[in-house]
């Protein structure tokens, strides 16, 4: 491996390692460029070149398996970093997408000075918030009743109605909670498998590494709409299954829907599961995003999904991971910084009363990234050793990876705006939205380049078959 930092080569050989890659492969890997990749306390670039080189490692590595050349794959840490802001640098008809973020979703300090974030880009999440604190619906209105209460107060509360917050903790807090020591427990990513199938053989090498698989993409938000993308950037015919009543964020939509197609199902309606189960018989991956259980109480767990489609890869994504008190309890990536310490130090970094995040969406990314390797490497070693296969990533877990990579002293570090970062930005052209430009893709694999075939779609665009 040729590499600028050493410490993003560390981290690549782990995820490589704890995906079951073979060891001769990072011989093909340049990693370019070092810290301090943005402007913030912790080490995003580094959390960035490792994550999406690893995955563009196994797209090269999976191409091979099939036939195709052994190639390099470059990525810089630079453009990895972009990409981990991909959202913030999508522009429609030359101007930027609409802010996403609701009048009463953010930060609040309580009546006993400790602060607590409420999430509510969604309607469903704001409309709660506001009937159960019986306020008016706005900041004032849930200022006035956080003045009243302690923070702990106020996440129990919120928590106990299936409310996404959190309150703000130190890092020394989160460490001794007993989430954080369930999450300890577990590897980053966890990639195992689930039950006996043959080896399925990979479909002969084409033009790109992952042409001719199948993937169901049930996710929302950055996370998981991440890793479909990324599985679309190397070739994939990636599905997303959405449905007519579910909100969608638009301006992550159209920034991760690119390369996919989109369709609707309902799974309140036992057909239209039974459907879902239909086109899961055909996948070569399953990806979800909803909370423990909630999918296995319809069918759908990864234990179904073994059973209808012997050999799947099933890649599921949670807030909190898997085990451990917290495992059912809802969050995002900025609900994750919050409780886990990382908004904490941000603050006390800038002599802040409160929280200052990190300067982009990097657990949801680096959650992102790890589920498209997960996905990657178990459809090879099902190639190679049979069985189903369960990948499992948290946007916690993630979190915590970030903080083991220690801090910088970079809060002043040039920012990267989109004029600073013109050469990694493409045109995608015609969309449904708008003549789209957006960052391209950071993994450079010398012998299959990675592109998304289509114009981001809207939800809903395509019938619920494969091509």
């Not at 991760?256 to 799974?267: E, H, Q």
């Not at 910084?337 to 130090?345: E, P, R, V, W």
Request: net charge neutral; hydrophobic share 45%; proline share 6%.
């Amino acid at each position: 491996m040729k590499t600028d930092s050493t410490a993003a080569a560390g981290e690549l050989e782990r995820l490589w390692d704890l995906a079951g890659g073979a060891a001769d492969a990072l011989d093909r890997v340049v990693l370019t460029g070092d810290e301090p990749a943005l402007p913030g306390l912790y080490k995003v670039g580094v959390q960035a070149q490792a994550a999406i080189a690893a995955t563009g490692l196994a797209a090269a590595e999976l191409h091979r398996a099939r036939g195709g050349p052994a190639q390099d794959v470059a990525v810089s840490m630079r453009h990895a970093a972009a990409a981990f802001r991909s959202e913030q640098y999508v522009r429609l008809d030359g101007k930027p997408t609409r802010d996403f973020f609701d009048s009463i979703h953010g930060f609040y300090k309580c009546g006993d000075g400790g602060w607590v974030q409420v999430h509510a880009n969604y309607p469903a999440h704001r409309m709660a918030v506001a009937e159960l604190l019986h306020c008016a619906y706005s900041r004032e209105g849930v200022q006035r009743v956080f003045d009243g209460m302690a923070a702990q107060a106020v996440e129990d509360l919120l928590a106990a109605n299936r409310l996404p917050v959190g309150r703000m903790r130190s890092e020394d807090e989160w460490a001794a909670h007993p989430q954080a020591a369930a999450l300890d427990a577990q590897p980053v990513l966890i990639l195992e498998k689930i039950g006996e199938a043959p080896p399925r053989p990979l479909p002969p090498v084409g033009a790109r590494p992952l042409e001719g698989l199948r993937v169901l993409d049930l996710t929302k938000v950055i996370a998981g709409p991440v890793c479909g993308r990324t599985l679309a950037e190397h070739g994939a015919d990636v599905l997303q299954v959405t449905a007519a009543h579910l909100a969608h964020v638009m301006p992550l939509v159209i920034d991760a829907n690119r390369g996919k197609r989109s369709a609707y199902l309902d799974l309140r309606k036992a057909d239209q599961v039974e459907r879902l189960k239909a086109l899961a018989a055909d996948a070569d991956v399953f990806a979800q995003g909803y909370r423990p259980g909630t999918l296995a109480a319809r069918g759908l767990g990864p234990e179904h999904l073994a059973a209808i489609r012997p050999g799947i890869v099933y890649v599921s994504l949670s807030a909190f991971g898997h085990q451990g008190p917290w495992a059912a309890r809802r969050g995002f990536d900025s609900i994750v910084q919050t409780c886990s310490g990382i908004g904490h130090a941000g603050g006390v970094a800038v002599g802040k009363d409160g929280m200052k995040h990190l300067p982009c969406q990097a657990l949801d990314h680096a959650s992102g990234y790890l589920m498209a390797l997960g996905a990657i490497m178990g459809r090879l070693r099902q190639a190679q050793e049979g069985g189903s296969w369960l990948a499992r990533v948290s946007l916690a877990r993630t979190g915590r990876w970030l903080q083991s990579l220690g801090k910088q002293d970079a809060m002043g570090a040039d920012d990267m705006t989109l004029a600073a970062i013109g050469d990694l930005i493409e045109d995608y052209g015609a969309t449904a939205f708008g003549h789209m430009t957006g960052v391209k893709p950071a993994a450079e694999l010398s012998a299959t380049p990675g592109h998304w075939a289509t114009p981001t779609v809207p939800p809903g665009a395509h019938a619920p078959e494969w091509r």
